[in-house]
């Protein structure tokens, strides 16, 4: 879905039958037996404040129909067990696709109650593909460099420009990549952790797994659901819309989830002094979007790097003093310093990013379907601007390489199932990166799943974030299974946090930082 491109989604911030998720043409639904592996050589790669972790790899097939063909490395860490008593393992996945997972198991150590992560031996991995497994991806170096063309295509030239940057990252990957792209996808990383529990020895696996990550749960709970110990999922990707339907969908939560960011500026004019009239305060930054278009801040703040420089707005509010201080000094002075700041550490995309963002384009253009007939695109996405004019075009730039990716795609997986114990789900009801209809389409699908939700809340990634509430179901379930027993469209409902406090506009990058939450993969889910 959409970006930024660092990886701890739930510090910040997934997902015996057949399945439907044969390569588009084929007709036999992939083998759902469990690969034959080695043991996993554990070391010592612990730092002064997370002394336990450990580090491993873990070598894979490239190609799980083939177990004796080539083989790929995954690197794995652990924070282990130490209650006498093991519930097993517990992997976490931040999202993505793309998102590196191995720091998020020491996170989630470290921010569970003591006692419940000590039953757990809490392995984080770095999905095929992604960071420090190999091969890692990186399809076309500096493709995100600014300035790049504006999104918004009110020109043919403007337009076929950025069309040529789409199709061209695609060639990029298919000719870097050409034996490895057929085996990137969803399933291939849900057969990845059968591979992990395999080789750790568990009869099964636990599994916490944040937006894009709450689909791949879901995924591998199909392939393997007798594998599955505790399972779950928060901030529900759309099992329904994979993927081109769900990343139109996600524009008109983007788009809320940015008017709610000016409205709260207005709010805080006495702060910001940009207005007390919301439409007036969006009126204002259309009007900086329209000028650095013309004239980008630096050589490097166009109109492009200004969405994506404020999209983290739409995955945490903590983010909106600082956003907000960039936009008033440019609106209200002239001063570009802030705002190049703020894309510098919030949009500019770096290797680890070019990384991720590669991974996602694999996996999500091999995962399904997406139209081939750029017209379909078009027609789309001029629909959908006149509602939703923040993100539509940059959202669709972001996943044109699909519209001419070099491998056929999958039929995607049907998540349906009723062979699952009790899942538990986390959803805020403004998630503007996984909707909240997501999250009450997959509650449907999983048989005797849970939902708890966040009323009034527009963050993604909402446990393990300081909400009282929602981490109180998280830790009951992981502890003994505890569920709650609710009905309805929910099963439990806890209040959103406050809004964050405004900064002065000086203050700007007091709010950078360790204190700011790292956000999901590179795509915007």
């Known amino acids: 879905m959409r970006r930024r491109a660092a990886a701890l989604c739930g510090a910040a911030a997934v997902v015996a039958a057949t399945v439907a998720a044969a390569p588009a043409g084929a007709g036999a639904p992939p083998r759902a037996d469990a690969p034959a592996t080695a043991g996993i050589d554990w070391r010592k790669c612990g730092t002064a404040r997370h002394p336990a972790l450990q580090c491993a790899t873990l070598a894979v097939p490239l190609d799980h129909a083939r177990p004796r063909g080539e083989r790929i490395t995954l690197a794995l860490t652990r924070v282990p067990h130490t209650a006498p008593v093991s519930q097993g393992p517990l992997l976490v996945n931040p999202g993505g696709p793309g998102g590196s997972g191995r720091a998020l198991a ?20 770095d999905p095929r593909g992604v960071g420090a497994s190999r091969p890692a991806l990186d399809c076309r170096p500096g493709h995100f460099a600014p300035v790049r063309p504006d999104s918004l295509p009110r020109t043919p030239a403007t337009e076929r420009a950025n069309l040529a940057r789409a199709k061209s990252f695609a060639e990029a990957c298919g000719a870097k990549y050409a034996r490895v792209l057929p085996h990137l996808d969803t399933v291939a990383a849900a057969r990845d952790m059968e591979a992990i529990r395999a080789a750790l020895g568990a009869p099964r696996i636990s599994y916490l797994g944040y937006s894009y990550g709450t689909y791949l749960g879901a995924v591998y709970a199909k392939l393997f659901p007798h594998r599955v110990g505790r399972m779950a999922l928060d901030s529900v990707a759309d099992p329904a819309g994979i993927w081109y339907e769900a990343n139109l969908h996600q524009n008109l939560a983007f ?19 940009l ?38 707005g739409g995955y945490h509010d903590r983010y909106w003093p600082t956003l907000a201080a960039a936009f008033a ?40 379907a997406w139209p081939r007939d750029w017209r379909r695109w078009r027609e789309d996405n001029r629909a959908l601007y006149r ?20 491998v056929p795609a999958r039929r995607p997986v049907d998540i349906a199932n009723d062979a699952l114990p009790p899942v538990l789900l986390f959803q805020a009801t403004h998630d503007a990166a996984t909707p909240y209809q997501g999250a009450v389409r997959m509650r449907r699908l999983l048989a005797g799943s849970r939902l708890v939700v966040e009323e009034g809340g527009g963050n993604h990634g909402v446990t393990l974030r300081g909400n009282a509430c929602l981490d109180r179901h998280l830790t009951a379930y992981l502890a003994d299974g505890t569920v709650p027993r ?40």
């Open 255 to 273: 788009d809320d989830r940015h008017r709610a960011f000016l409205a709260w500026v207005a709010r805080h004019h006495a702060t910001y002094r």
């Open 329 to 368: 000094a440019y609106a209200r002075e002239g001063d570009t310093g802030p705002l190049v700041e703020a894309y510098e550490e919030f949009g500019a995309v770096d290797a680890a990013g070019a990384n991720s963002y590669s991974v996602y384009a694999a996996v999500q253009c091999r995962d399904a």
């Open 106 to 125: 020491r996170v989630v150590a470290s921010s569970l109650p003591a006692e419940v992560a000590a039953r757990y031996d809490v392995i984080g991995f």
């Open 486 to 525: 609710g009905g309805g469209e929910a099963d439990a409902v806890c209040p959103a946090l406050p809004e964050p406090v405004p900064l002065e506009p000086k203050a700007a990058s007091a709010s950078r930082g360790p204190a700011l939450p790292r956000l999901p993969g590179p795509g915007r889910r």
């Open 275 to 312: 207005g007390t009239d919301p439409e007036r305060v969006e009126t204002r930054w259309y009007a900086m979007r329209a000028a650095l278009a013309r004239n980008p801040a630096a050589g490097k703040v166009g109109a492009a790097e200004l969405e994506d420089t404020f999209v983290p």
């Open 387 to 406: 509602k939703a004019p923040f993100l539509t075009w940059n959202n669709a730039w972001y996943n044109a390489p699909c519209a001419f990716w070099p």
